[in-house]
């Protein structure tokens, strides 16, 4: 059974960009961990921040593929939509530094980053 998470009821969905497929304007997860991810922090009954609102930057194809050009244009993107908190959860098999910069623009705006990324989760958990 697929899940199709309803991106667009209001109270959810802020603003979405796709950089996968830029001309698609609908939101999709084609690997669910988004959706997953996104349950977890805005869940209504046990939610971490109910209230929230989601900011989606469409990064990982259906083979959960990302460019590193993709991923350094959602994080410019999300660095000019000034959330208060982004999360990123992806992984890679080498070193990820090639995203420091972002990161430290992120803080410089007073973005709280929240980094699950596999071998790279240490170094960003600790600046």
């Not at 669910?32 to 922090?41: D, F, M, S």
């Not at 989606?56 to 410019?76: I, P, T, Y």
């Not at 000034?82 to 992120?106: A, H, T």
Request: with cysteine; glycine share 8%.
């Amino acid at each position: 059974m697929q899940i199709t998470p309803n991106f667009k009821t209001p109270y959810f969905l802020e603003v979405f960009k796709d950089f996968v497929e830029p001309t698609n304007t609908e939101p999709k997860d084609e690997t669910r961990h988004g959706t997953h991810v996104a349950g977890t922090i805005l869940g209504r009954t046990i939610g971490i921040a109910k209230d929230a609102k989601l900011i989606v930057a469409r990064v990982f194809n259906k083979e959960g593929e990302a460019s590193d050009e993709g991923l350094l244009a959602a994080g410019q993107w999300i660095l000019e939509k000034k959330p208060q908190v982004v999360n990123n959860s992806w992984g890679g098999n080498r070193d990820d530094s090639f995203y420091d910069d972002i990161v430290k623009k992120w803080k410089a705006a007073g973005i709280v980053p929240y980094l699950l990324l596999r071998q790279y989760r240490r170094v960003q958990c600790r600046r």
